[in-house]
């Protein structure tokens, strides 16, 4: 029987040399530099992109709300488009393209003023032959004894000015006879543009001052005509229709003779005299409807004699308003010359 007291051999341990330790700890602490260096990698890596993605967006892209309480923005382009159309409603409630017809009927007017030597038909004829000719609706009017309305546009604006200028020269009428046009200051009627730039009668112009009748006016319609005239204004001078010293002034008066003549109201007269100013004078009155417009009032909504006074309508009156709105661009109009 074995001794129960004998001892067991012990088993062997075997402990790595130094040098295996010191191998594997070098091979983790590469490892985790590896990993640190890995890791730093992408961190600057993620801030280059974050710096690019920041650069591009500040400079790319401008990050608006769908939609909005304020007014959509305009662009240079629409606000240009707008303010053309704006303009040419401005112009159409001024000159309408259809011309504005005139309360009077003109008849054989044109036909009487050329048999009394006030308009010359070979010297008007050639006026117009320079300027195209005249066509047959201006034909009719100085020859032909049925004419109808008077209709005015911008095409046939001056023609009428001429032939309104012949009436109001040659018809008769106080106005012309002991209004300022004698005055003694000026040195004769017949130094006024009014009397010597007519070129287009037979014989001295001043044989023909007030020495026709044409028309003849009741007391009631001469007052009429007194008093709207002197309520008119035209913006080449500072005068009155009732001082008709420019051809302007002149058709004006001879206009507002026929009006009265064949029963027209006050209000009509200054209604149609505004209306027939504004194609005279396109730039003025389409100046002053931008006035009007740019305090909020409406061209067919504004006093008519209010407009045609001094304030508006005279060349001083115009030169303030000129001086508050920028002018139109010019449309032409406003000569003083046949």
């Known amino acids: 029987m074995e001794d ?11 402990i790595p040399p130094t040098e295996n330790l010191l191998s594997v700890a070098g091979e983790i602490e590469a490892k985790r530099e590896t990993v640190k260096a890995k ?28 939609f909005s309480s304020s007014a959509p923005r305009v662009t240079a382009q629409y606000q240009s488009t707008a303010a053309q159309a704006s303009e040419a409603a401005l112009d159409e409630s001024v000159l309408p393209s259809a011309g504005v017809a005139l309360p009077v009927r003109w008849g054989d007017l044109g036909k009487q003023m050329i048999d009394a030597g006030v308009i010359d038909g070979a010297k008007f004829e050639a006026v117009y032959a320079q300027r195209g000719g005249l066509d047959e609706n201006a034909k009719q009017l100085l020859y032909d004894a049925s004419n109808g309305a008077l209709v005015i546009t911008e095409q046939n604006s001056g023609l009428l000015l001429n032939l309104l200028w012949a ?9 012309l006879e002991k209004g300022p046009m004698t005055d003694k200051q000026y040195g004769g009627a017949d130094r006024f543009a009014s009397t010597g730039g007519w070129t287009l009668a037979k014989g001295n112009v001043m044989n023909h001052y007030s020495m026709h009748t044409f028309m ?25 229709v009732y001082f008709p010293d420019c051809n302007h002034g002149m058709a004006m008066l001879g206009l507002l003779e026929l009006m009265a003549s064949q029963g027209a109201t006050e209000q009509q007269m200054y209604t149609t005299a505004l209306a027939v100013n ?55 109009g406003g000569g003083c010359g046949v």
Do not use: H
Not at 4 to 14: G, H, L, R, V, Y
Not at 216 to 240: D, H, K
């Open 4 to 14: 129960q007291n004998e001892q067991k051999p012990q088993e062997n341990i075997t």
């Open 39 to 66: 890791f730093w990698k992408w961190v600057a890596i993620g801030f280059i992109v974050v710096f690019a993605m920041n650069l591009l967006f500040e400079i790319s892209i401008t990050i608006k709300p769908r």
């Open 167 to 175: 009436l109001g020269l040659g018809n008769k009428n106080e106005i």
């Open 216 to 240: 003849t006016l009741t007391p009631e319609q001469q007052a009429l005509v007194t008093r709207v005239s002197q309520n008119i204004y035209r913006p080449c001078c500072g005068n009155s």
């Open 278 to 332: 504004a194609y005279w004078f396109p730039d003025t009155y389409t100046t002053i409807a931008k006035y009007f417009a740019k305090r909020g009032g409406a061209w067919a909504q504004i006093n008519p004699k209010e407009v045609l006074g001094s304030a508006y309508s005279s060349a001083q009156g115009y030169q303030q308003i000129r001086a508050e709105v920028e002018p139109v661009q010019q449309k032409g």
